[in-house]
């Protein structure tokens, strides 16, 4: 079977964002065949306590736009205040990487993917309870995938993204 690699963007820079990426990450690599990267795992560009001093902005650029540009499913934690700014980046990044691609007729046997995930129950609300997202963003992950949206306290996000990756590895093997 040919080896699909992905890339799980999410804003994990508090203990519980780092969790949830941590639980999300772990439920897809017991469930796909997927070969995940998590940039939370990256010591050498994300251990502030232990390699701050060896840690800067043209490391950790190199480090994730590596395994960006190597992987063909990318999903992305769209929750937050705002989308955090550098899973808005990898949205557009891995977006114009396909479209590229495509345009300049280029690795055109490695299909991409892009799997938007919204939990936050604002998201669902209507007029003044409704949440805002990035619509830029969020018409670059329809355009190169799903929109996934949960509720707090139900995990069904968690399976149909899991269904997704195992769909798109099905008809791209």
Known sequence: MKEFKGYLASHFFNAAMFQWTENLAQEIEKNTPLKLYVPQRN????????????????AISK???????????????????TIDDGVSAEVMAHGVIAELEEEYNVNTDFPRLIIGIITDMRYLGTGENKLYRNLMIIGKVKEHGNLVVGYPGNNSYIEDTISLINRFIEKNS
Request: proline share 0%; aromatic share 0%; glycine share 2%.
């Open 43 to 58: 010591a050498s560009i994300n251990d502030k306590k232990n390699n701050d001093d060896i840690i800067n902005d043209i």
């Open 63 to 81: 480090a994730d736009t590596k395994e960006l540009k190597e992987s063909n499913v990318l999903i992305a934690n769209l929750d937050g205040l």
